[in-house]
Nanobody, 124 residues
Framework: QVQLVESGGGLAQAGGSLRLSCAAS????????MGWFRQAPGTEREFVAG????????YYTDDMKGRFTISRDNAKNVMYLQMNSLKPEDTAVYCC?????????????????WGQGTQVTVSS
């Protein structure tokens, strides 16, 4: 079992920045590929970014490339999502997730553990 707790969400203006954190407890954090997903009201859960077990490989949805940066600190059992140049359409609940798979997946169904999520609201 892995417990995941997100923090760092809040209100930002368009063009601003936020940094989300995902703190993990339980089994060895470095044994999991990790991902960030988001979901806005009335929409499906959307892949944002993923990172491999060591942090050596990262993936982003095209719209996030150049604006968001995913990283992890296995010594501290924490994953981050630095979000810059925020847009109103980035408004959503952001959730972190952990997968026992060796590879990063963009599919929510391939993740084994989820946090409760943190709300990000971007005003225009």
């Amino acid at each position: 079992q892995v417990q995941l707790v997100e923090s760092g969400g809040g209100l930002a203006q368009a063009g601003g920045s936020l940094r989300l954190s995902c703190a993990a407890s339980g089994r060895t954090f470095s044994g999991y590929a990790m991902g960030w997903f988001r979901q806005a009201p009335g929409t499906e859960r959307e892949f944002v970014a993923g990172i491999s077990r060591t942090g050596g490989t990262v993936y982003y949805t095209d719209d996030m490339k150049g604006r968001f940066t995913i990283s992890r600190d296995n010594a501290k059992n924490v994953m981050y999502l630095q979000m810059n140049s925020l847009k109103p359409e980035d408004t959503a609940v952001y959730c972190c997730s952990a997968a026992m798979s060796r590879t990063i997946s963009r599919r929510p169904g391939e993740y084994d553990y989820w946090g409760q999520g943190t709300q990000v609201t971007v005003s225009s």
